[in-house]
């Protein structure tokens, strides 16, 4: 896992669970999230399809990795995600509507908005969506 001295030391201690690492003592279960994105984006190759790299408080990021060839069928979000390309250049359809990607760019896509992507090359995206609350009792 990440020593102390490494830059994912800030993480809460769900965080450090979730990339499987043992949070170090005296972290706080409420402070501030870092996740470093630099060593996945040194070698995705060896990234499966899709990285949870946060989950909490009706909002989850997700670093999703696609290889050259590469769909996934239209589908719909319950709530509002934002797509931002690192590598590669996907293409992106919203409600029928066509967009390129290339890295740096973001888009934003509304909840329920039919959605899906295809990558002609090995393509890195860092995808943010809210997950509405469940209904309470």
């Known amino acids: 896992c990440y020593e102390s001295g490494d830059d994912r030391r800030t993480l809460s201690p769900r965080h450090y669970s979730l990339l499987g690492c043992r949070a170090p003592a005296g972290s706080k ?57 690192l590598q590669g250049e996907p293409s992106f359809s919203v409600s029928g509507d066509e967009f390129l990607l290339s890295p740096g760019l973001v888009i934003t896509v509304p909840a329920a908005a039919p959605h899906a992507l295809s990558a002609p090359k090995d393509s890195l995206l860092l995808v943010t969506m809210a997950e509405p609350a469940p209904p309470s009792a």
Do not use: W, Y
Request: aromatic share 2%.
């Open 29 to 85: 279960p409420n402070s501030m999230s870092q996740i470093d994105l630099r060593p996945h984006l040194l070698n995705p190759s060896t990234l499966p399809k899709a990285t949870t790299l946060f989950r909490e408080g009706g909002l989850r990021m997700v670093l999703l990795h696609l290889k050259a060839g590469d769909r996934i069928p239209e589908h719909q979000a319950p709530g509002p995600i934002s797509v931002h390309c």
